[in-house]
Protein backbone atom coordinates (compact mmCIF):
# COMPACT_ATOMS: atom_id res chain seq x y z
CA UNK A 1 0.00 0.00 0.00
CA UNK A 2 2.91 2.25 0.72
CA UNK A 3 4.41 1.90 -2.38
CA UNK A 4 1.46 2.18 -4.31
CA UNK A 5 0.41 5.23 -2.96
CA UNK A 6 3.95 6.14 -3.39
CA UNK A 7 3.21 6.01 -7.14
CA UNK A 8 0.35 8.64 -7.78
CA UNK A 9 2.11 10.78 -4.64
CA UNK A 10 5.51 10.88 -6.13
CA UNK A 11 4.07 11.58 -9.58
CA UNK A 12 2.29 14.38 -8.51
CA UNK A 13 5.42 15.46 -6.49
CA UNK A 14 7.64 15.24 -9.54
CA UNK A 15 4.83 17.09 -11.44
CA UNK A 16 4.35 20.28 -8.87
CA UNK A 17 8.10 20.67 -8.32
CA UNK A 18 9.17 20.84 -11.64
CA UNK A 19 5.79 23.19 -12.89
CA UNK A 20 7.66 26.32 -11.73
CA UNK A 21 10.65 25.69 -14.29
CA UNK A 22 8.67 24.27 -17.19
CA UNK A 23 11.08 25.16 -20.39
CA UNK A 24 13.93 26.66 -18.15
CA UNK A 25 17.50 25.19 -18.83
CA UNK A 26 19.70 23.88 -16.19
CA UNK A 27 21.55 26.44 -16.10
CA UNK A 28 18.33 28.90 -15.14
CA UNK A 29 17.70 27.33 -12.88
CA UNK A 30 21.10 27.04 -11.21
CA UNK A 31 21.29 30.93 -11.45
CA UNK A 32 17.73 30.91 -9.85
CA UNK A 33 17.84 28.57 -7.18
CA UNK A 34 21.05 26.62 -7.25
CA UNK A 35 19.74 22.93 -6.73
CA UNK A 36 15.34 23.46 -6.55
CA UNK A 37 14.44 21.23 -3.49
CA UNK A 38 11.63 22.95 -2.09
CA UNK A 39 8.27 23.74 -4.00
CA UNK A 40 7.98 26.82 -5.41
CA UNK A 41 5.54 29.47 -6.69
CA UNK A 42 4.84 31.89 -9.85
CA UNK A 43 8.28 30.54 -12.38
CA UNK A 44 6.32 29.13 -16.07
CA UNK A 45 2.42 29.02 -15.41
CA UNK A 46 2.04 31.60 -12.55
CA UNK A 47 0.49 29.51 -10.11
CA UNK A 48 1.21 28.81 -6.17
CA UNK A 49 3.89 25.94 -5.05
CA UNK A 50 2.41 22.40 -5.44
CA UNK A 51 0.09 23.29 -7.98
CA UNK A 52 0.03 20.45 -10.18
CA UNK A 53 -0.33 20.26 -14.37
CA UNK A 54 -2.02 18.17 -16.76
CA UNK A 55 0.34 15.73 -15.76
CA UNK A 56 -1.49 14.71 -12.45
CA UNK A 57 -4.41 15.84 -13.78
CA UNK A 58 -5.03 12.91 -16.23
CA UNK A 59 -3.35 10.35 -14.39
CA UNK A 60 -6.50 11.46 -11.73
CA UNK A 61 -9.07 11.00 -14.23
CA UNK A 62 -7.35 7.80 -15.22
CA UNK A 63 -7.61 6.51 -11.70
CA UNK A 64 -10.91 8.08 -10.78
CA UNK A 65 -12.28 5.68 -13.97
CA UNK A 66 -10.21 2.33 -12.92
CA UNK A 67 -12.21 2.89 -9.41
CA UNK A 68 -15.44 4.33 -10.07
CA UNK A 69 -15.83 1.83 -13.25
CA UNK A 70 -13.98 -1.24 -11.49
CA UNK A 71 -11.35 -1.69 -14.06
CA UNK A 72 -10.36 -0.61 -17.85
CA UNK A 73 -12.89 1.43 -19.75
CA UNK A 74 -11.55 3.75 -21.90
CA UNK A 75 -14.76 4.96 -23.02
CA UNK A 76 -14.97 6.67 -19.54
CA UNK A 77 -11.78 7.99 -19.57
CA UNK A 78 -12.20 9.81 -22.60
CA UNK A 79 -15.81 11.38 -21.52
CA UNK A 80 -13.32 12.44 -18.23
CA UNK A 81 -10.87 13.67 -20.64
CA UNK A 82 -13.45 15.63 -22.34
CA UNK A 83 -14.78 16.82 -19.16
CA UNK A 84 -10.96 17.92 -17.89
CA UNK A 85 -10.50 19.92 -20.95
CA UNK A 86 -13.39 21.77 -21.11
CA UNK A 87 -12.85 22.94 -17.52
CA UNK A 88 -9.83 25.07 -19.02
CA UNK A 89 -6.35 23.91 -17.53
CA UNK A 90 -4.02 26.06 -17.96
CA UNK A 91 -1.34 23.90 -19.26
CA UNK A 92 -2.11 21.46 -21.64
CA UNK A 93 0.09 19.28 -24.37
CA UNK A 94 -0.48 19.82 -28.49
CA UNK A 95 -1.11 16.33 -29.44
CA UNK A 96 -3.88 15.90 -26.25
CA UNK A 97 -5.67 19.14 -27.33
CA UNK A 98 -6.17 18.00 -30.70
CA UNK A 99 -6.40 14.41 -30.01
CA UNK A 100 -9.33 15.76 -27.38
CA UNK A 101 -11.12 18.44 -29.87
CA UNK A 102 -11.43 15.39 -32.30
CA UNK A 103 -13.38 13.65 -30.03
CA UNK A 104 -15.09 16.63 -29.34
CA UNK A 105 -16.29 16.20 -32.94
CA UNK A 106 -17.49 12.35 -32.93
CA UNK A 107 -14.20 10.55 -33.07
CA UNK A 108 -14.10 7.34 -30.97
CA UNK A 109 -11.99 6.60 -28.63
CA UNK A 110 -9.60 4.50 -30.47
CA UNK A 111 -9.66 6.74 -33.75
CA UNK A 112 -8.96 10.10 -32.14
CA UNK A 113 -5.29 9.40 -31.60
CA UNK A 114 -4.67 7.72 -34.73
CA UNK A 115 -5.88 10.54 -36.66
CA UNK A 116 -3.86 13.07 -34.82
CA UNK A 117 -0.47 11.20 -35.16
CA UNK A 118 -1.30 10.44 -39.00
CA UNK A 119 -1.51 13.89 -39.86
CA UNK A 120 1.43 15.15 -37.46
CA UNK A 121 4.81 15.10 -39.11
CA UNK A 122 8.25 13.14 -37.42
CA UNK A 123 9.29 15.23 -34.83
CA UNK A 124 5.89 16.38 -33.55
CA UNK A 125 3.95 13.18 -33.21
CA UNK A 126 5.65 10.94 -29.95
CA UNK A 127 5.32 13.07 -27.31
CA UNK A 128 5.38 12.43 -23.98
CA UNK A 129 1.71 12.80 -23.00
CA UNK A 130 0.25 9.61 -22.55
CA UNK A 131 3.56 7.95 -20.55
CA UNK A 132 3.02 11.12 -17.57
CA UNK A 133 -0.26 9.59 -16.70
CA UNK A 134 -0.37 5.99 -17.17
CA UNK A 135 0.79 4.78 -13.96
CA UNK A 136 -2.51 4.47 -11.88
CA UNK A 137 -2.98 1.62 -14.43
CA UNK A 138 -0.14 -0.49 -13.14
CA UNK A 139 -1.11 -0.04 -9.53
CA UNK A 140 -4.42 -1.76 -10.73
CA UNK A 141 -2.90 -4.54 -12.32
CA UNK A 142 -0.05 -4.83 -11.09
CA UNK A 143 -0.23 -8.85 -10.92
CA UNK A 144 -1.61 -9.48 -14.21
CA UNK A 145 0.98 -7.97 -16.55
CA UNK A 146 -0.07 -9.24 -19.98
CA UNK A 147 -3.09 -7.57 -19.10
CA UNK A 148 -1.46 -4.00 -18.03
CA UNK A 149 0.89 -4.08 -21.30
CA UNK A 150 -2.76 -4.13 -22.86
CA UNK A 151 -4.51 -1.69 -21.16
CA UNK A 152 -1.62 0.78 -21.11
CA UNK A 153 -1.15 0.86 -24.63
CA UNK A 154 -5.37 1.27 -25.36
CA UNK A 155 -5.25 4.19 -23.04
CA UNK A 156 -1.91 5.99 -24.65
CA UNK A 157 -4.15 5.50 -28.31
CA UNK A 158 -7.08 7.88 -27.10
CA UNK A 159 -4.22 10.58 -27.47
CA UNK A 160 -0.76 9.12 -28.81
CA UNK A 161 -1.07 6.38 -31.22
CA UNK A 162 2.35 6.47 -32.09
CA UNK A 163 4.07 3.30 -30.96
CA UNK A 164 6.83 4.72 -29.24
CA UNK A 165 4.28 5.67 -27.09
CA UNK A 166 2.07 3.11 -26.57
CA UNK A 167 4.56 0.44 -26.27
CA UNK A 168 6.48 3.48 -23.90
CA UNK A 169 3.31 3.25 -21.59
CA UNK A 170 3.68 -0.59 -21.38
CA UNK A 171 7.62 -0.82 -20.22
CA UNK A 172 7.02 2.51 -17.79
CA UNK A 173 3.76 0.71 -16.23
CA UNK A 174 5.68 -2.99 -16.12
CA UNK A 175 8.76 -1.55 -14.62
CA UNK A 176 6.25 0.36 -11.78
CA UNK A 177 4.21 -2.79 -11.53
CA UNK A 178 7.47 -4.45 -10.90
CA UNK A 179 8.83 -2.19 -8.29
CA UNK A 180 5.25 -2.93 -6.23
CA UNK A 181 6.48 -6.80 -6.81
CA UNK A 182 9.72 -6.32 -5.33
CA UNK A 183 11.32 -7.13 -8.40
CA UNK A 184 15.19 -6.98 -8.78
CA UNK A 185 15.43 -5.37 -12.33
CA UNK A 186 11.42 -4.26 -13.13
CA UNK A 187 12.30 -2.52 -16.27
CA UNK A 188 14.84 -5.28 -17.74
CA UNK A 189 11.46 -7.72 -17.26
CA UNK A 190 9.98 -4.94 -19.18
CA UNK A 191 12.07 -4.42 -22.14
CA UNK A 192 11.94 -8.28 -22.12
CA UNK A 193 8.27 -8.47 -22.35
CA UNK A 194 7.65 -6.16 -24.96
CA UNK A 195 11.17 -6.23 -27.03
CA UNK A 196 9.81 -8.89 -29.80
CA UNK A 197 7.17 -5.74 -30.54
CA UNK A 198 8.49 -2.38 -29.58
CA UNK A 199 10.12 -0.52 -31.42
CA UNK A 200 13.82 -0.69 -31.46
CA UNK A 201 14.46 3.21 -31.13
CA UNK A 202 12.33 3.18 -27.81
CA UNK A 203 14.19 -0.33 -27.11
CA UNK A 204 17.42 0.42 -27.93
CA UNK A 205 17.35 3.57 -25.35
CA UNK A 206 16.00 2.11 -22.35
CA UNK A 207 17.93 -1.17 -22.35
CA UNK A 208 21.36 0.33 -21.37
CA UNK A 209 19.77 1.79 -18.24
CA UNK A 210 18.09 -1.23 -17.33
CA UNK A 211 22.28 -2.72 -17.63
CA UNK A 212 23.04 -0.39 -15.37
CA UNK A 213 24.64 2.29 -17.53
CA UNK A 214 24.71 5.38 -16.10
CA UNK A 215 24.46 8.42 -18.41
CA UNK A 216 26.36 11.73 -18.05
CA UNK A 217 23.95 13.88 -20.16
CA UNK A 218 20.76 13.31 -21.17
CA UNK A 219 17.76 14.52 -22.91
CA UNK A 220 15.08 16.70 -21.53
CA UNK A 221 13.09 17.26 -24.54
CA UNK A 222 9.42 16.19 -24.47
CA UNK A 223 9.88 13.20 -26.98
CA UNK A 224 8.77 10.27 -25.59
CA UNK A 225 11.52 8.22 -25.84
CA UNK A 226 14.15 10.99 -24.32
CA UNK A 227 11.50 11.81 -21.87
CA UNK A 228 11.27 7.87 -20.61
CA UNK A 229 15.34 7.47 -20.65
CA UNK A 230 15.89 10.43 -18.41
CA UNK A 231 13.05 9.34 -15.89
CA UNK A 232 14.07 5.89 -15.82
CA UNK A 233 17.50 6.27 -15.49
CA UNK A 234 17.10 9.15 -12.91
CA UNK A 235 14.67 6.60 -10.84
CA UNK A 236 16.50 3.39 -11.51
CA UNK A 237 20.06 4.97 -10.20
CA UNK A 238 19.05 7.56 -7.24
CA UNK A 239 19.12 6.86 -3.89
CA UNK A 240 15.96 8.57 -2.68
CA UNK A 241 12.79 8.90 -4.18
CA UNK A 242 13.88 12.64 -3.31
CA UNK A 243 16.81 12.08 -4.68
CA UNK A 244 15.62 10.96 -8.00
CA UNK A 245 13.11 13.73 -8.58
CA UNK A 246 15.46 16.66 -7.70
CA UNK A 247 17.90 15.39 -10.38
CA UNK A 248 14.89 14.71 -12.83
CA UNK A 249 13.49 18.16 -12.57
CA UNK A 250 16.70 20.11 -12.08
CA UNK A 251 17.74 19.42 -15.55
CA UNK A 252 15.21 21.47 -16.79
CA UNK A 253 13.28 21.00 -20.33
CA UNK A 254 10.21 19.75 -19.91
CA UNK A 255 10.92 19.59 -15.95
CA UNK A 256 7.37 19.18 -14.69
CA UNK A 257 6.43 15.95 -16.96
CA UNK A 258 9.86 14.13 -16.78
CA UNK A 259 9.74 14.57 -12.65
CA UNK A 260 6.35 12.96 -12.98
CA UNK A 261 7.43 10.52 -14.66
CA UNK A 262 10.05 9.93 -12.32
CA UNK A 263 8.22 10.37 -9.34
CA UNK A 264 6.19 7.80 -10.34
CA UNK A 265 8.92 4.99 -10.63
CA UNK A 266 10.91 6.58 -7.55
CA UNK A 267 7.77 6.02 -5.60
CA UNK A 268 7.11 2.67 -6.57
CA UNK A 269 10.59 2.02 -5.24
CA UNK A 270 11.00 3.61 -2.27
CA UNK A 271 7.33 4.07 -0.94
CA UNK A 272 5.35 7.80 -0.18
CA UNK A 273 7.03 7.00 3.40
CA UNK A 274 10.36 8.22 1.36
CA UNK A 275 8.33 11.38 -0.19
CA UNK A 276 9.76 14.91 1.73
CA UNK A 277 6.18 15.60 3.95
CA UNK A 278 7.28 19.18 3.57
CA UNK A 279 6.51 18.66 -0.60
CA UNK A 280 3.15 16.46 0.55
CA UNK A 281 1.82 19.34 2.60
CA UNK A 282 1.88 21.96 -0.31
CA UNK A 283 -0.18 19.42 -2.57
CA UNK A 284 -3.87 20.14 -2.28
CA UNK A 285 -5.04 16.46 -4.09
CA UNK A 286 -3.22 14.71 -1.79
CA UNK A 287 -5.93 13.39 0.42
CA UNK A 288 -7.75 12.54 -3.11
CA UNK A 289 -4.10 10.52 -4.58
CA UNK A 290 -3.97 8.69 -1.32
CA UNK A 291 -7.79 7.40 -1.57
CA UNK A 292 -7.20 6.27 -5.31
CA UNK A 293 -3.80 4.47 -4.65
CA UNK A 294 -5.51 2.53 -1.76
CA UNK A 295 -8.99 1.68 -4.14
CA UNK A 296 -6.41 0.80 -7.03
CA UNK A 297 -4.66 -1.92 -4.79
CA UNK A 298 -8.04 -3.18 -3.72
CA UNK A 299 -9.95 -3.11 -7.07
CA UNK A 300 -9.49 -7.03 -8.65
CA UNK A 301 -8.27 -8.28 -11.41
CA UNK A 302 -10.35 -8.45 -14.98
Given at each position: MDRAAGVVLGLACGDALGRPVEFRSQGQIAAEYGTLTEMVGHGTWEQPAGTITDDTDQSVCIARSLVECGGFDPADITERFVAWYDSGPFDIGNMTRQSIQALKQGQAWDEAGQQVW????????????????????????????????????ESSLITHADPRCTYGCAVLNRTVAGYLRDEPNPLASALDQVCSDAPDELVSALAPVADGTEFESLSTSGYVVDSLQTALHDAVFAESA?????????????????????????????????????????????????????????????
Open positions: EASAEGSNAGNGSVMRCAPLAVAYRDNTDRLAEVSREDAIVTAVNRGGDADTIGAITGAVAGARFGAQDLPERWLSSIDERDELTRLAERLVELEEE
